[in-house]
């Protein structure tokens, strides 16, 4: 079963930086095409990066310019660098594939507040 573990979440000021990971595990066959997401209180869940198993990128127009997702394949890892950060971008942020599996992990808590 494949397992998902987000951390880096934190407490910043706006104009702030964060480096999220992901570590994901439990697959025999490495992972696709994967995404980062975020659920702020009371909205959807929505998709926030993703990138292709070949390092294609795609952002959300809220996000573009501001974040960067990468990954790493040999540690089957997932990273979004948020930089110029806004009070909008507050929410619980999760990684998964894209598109999503049923399975989400317990996401990283990012607040923006001065």
């Known amino acids: 079963q494949v397992q998902l573990v987000e951390s880096g979440g934190g407490s910043v000021q706006p104009g702030g930086s964060l480096r999220l990971s992901c570590v994901a595990s439990g697959s025999n066959y490495g992972f696709g095409n994967m995404a980062w997401y975020r659920q702020a209180a009371e909205n959807k869940r929505e998709l926030v990066a993703a990138?292709?198993?070949?390092?294609?990128?795609d952002y959300g127009d809220s996000v573009q310019g501001r974040f960067t997702i990468s990954r790493d394949n040999a540690k089957n890892t997932i990273y979004l660098q948020m930089n110029s950060l806004e009070s909008e971008d507050t929410a619980v942020y999760y990684c998964?594939?894209?598109?999503?599996?049923?399975?989400w992990g317990q996401g990283t808590q990012v607040t923006v507040s001065s």
């Open positions: 990138i292709t198993s070949g390092g294609l990128t």
């Open positions: 998964n594939a894209d598109p999503p599996w049923q399975s």
